[in-house]
């Protein structure tokens, strides 16, 4: 057997079961490696093969510390999510701003006969707004105040389920602002000749649509790695 | 009950200076004369739990074998962490101690 065998067989495990954080699969890789090739030299004692074993088993059962790390990775992208979810408000929000200062700047009105319809989408495109900002900023706040623990137990759960629904009503109630924003935007357009300066409220809302987007895609995020966590554990 | 230090004695190990993984659980053992002998893989997750707290900062490094290393320090917070979660367990241990060799209970009635 190659000498080297043994000690990649074992972080090749280990980097597998660490799998469902690709980016920490491989700096673990790399730290795990360089842990048990050190444990090796520090241990002449029956040749190299021997020091390996050793070495293997003192670092311990790679599905274990894969669960220990699943902990670690879940904290990190919820943690991530939730200052997604206070960019992606503050993003649509400066979006916002910036297509109605257009509007004030290139005097651009809206049509009488939709005025009473716009007032309609823009009361619920408040409203909207400011749940996603009151949902958004109570679940960065409550995700940044929990503690990562060193198990995935039942306490720590329940404070991730807290986070995925505040974050998932911050997410829906943004989705809605940003379709108010849409119709909005499409109520101004319209009857409107195609010119230069309608290039400012579509940026603007491709921006409000790639903010909710990534909000969104932070919380699905968040719930596959829950999954994955508790498989790890049950397996 | 070693599991519910494991962060206060890495950073107590990290007092000292900065340290790769290795050389941390190295510290471990010979601070604690061989009495806490900790499966090796487990401190991986402790440093990364730290570091994602804002304790311990770290930074890729090229040591002598070759190898790329991850070499851990103690943050400003860490610091001051370590001092704090000291102060509480020397306040705990102290306790402990006088219970433990404090006066023995009175058995005869006086």
């Not at chain 1, 009105?109 to 009473?116: H, R, T, V, Y």
């Not at chain 1, 974050?167 to 195609?194: K, P, R, Y």
């Not at chain 2, 290795?22 to 004369?33: G, H, P, Q, T, V």
Request: proline residues 3%.
């Amino acid at each position: 057997m190659h000498d080297s065998d043994l000690i990649s067989g074992y972080v090749d495990k280990l980097a597998r079961e660490l799998e469902f954080d690709r980016s920490l699969s491989v700096c673990v890789r790399q730290e795990v490696d360089d842990h048990l090739w050190e444990a090796v030299a520090a241990d002449p004692r029956d040749g190299p093969l021997e020091a390996q074993r050793r070495a293997i088993v003192n670092f311990g059962d790679p599905h274990v510390i894969a669960t220990q790390f699943a902990v670690v990775s879940l904290a990190k992208h919820s943690r991530r999510a939730g200052v997604t979810a206070i960019l992606g408000i503050a993003g649509v929000f400066i979006a916002m701003k910036m297509r109605v200062a257009w509007y004030a700047a290139t005097q651009w009105a809206i049509c009488d006969d939709m005025k009473e319809m716009s007032g309609i989408v823009l009361s619920i495109d408040r409203y909207a707004f400011w749940l996603a900002f009151i949902a958004g900023l109570a679940g960065w706040a409550y995700i940044s105040s929990c503690r990562t623990p060193a198990v995935f137990h039942p306490v720590y759960r329940r404070q991730v389920r807290r986070f995925f629904l505040l974050c998932t009503a911050a997410a829906a109630a943004l989705f809605m602002s940003v379709l108010s924003d849409g119709v909005l935007t499409a109520i101004q357009l319209f009857e409107t000749d195609l010119s230069v300066r309608f290039l400012v409220p579509i940026l603007s809302m491709a921006i409000e649509i790639a903010c909710a987007g990534a909000l969104a895609w932070h919380v699905r995020n968040v719930t596959r790695r829950v999954a994955s966590t508790a498989a790890l554990l049950r397996t | 009950m070693l599991k519910g230090h494991l962060d206060m004695i890495v950073l107590a190990a990290l007092s000292a200076g900065s340290a790769h993984g290795y050389a941390i659980i190295e510290e471990i053992r010979r601070r604690s004369r061989g009495a806490f002998d900790l499966p090796e893989g487990t401190i991986y997750p402790a440093l990364h739990r730290l570091e994602q707290a804002g304790l311990l900062a770290s930074r890729w490094v090229t040591a002598e074998s070759g190898r790329r290393r991850r070499v851990y320090a103690l943050t400003r917070r860490g610091n001051r962490a370590l001092a704090e979660r000291r102060a509480v367990w020397e306040q705990f241990s102290g306790a402990i101690g006088d219970m433990l060799g404090g006066a023995r209970p009175c058995t005869t009635p006086t």
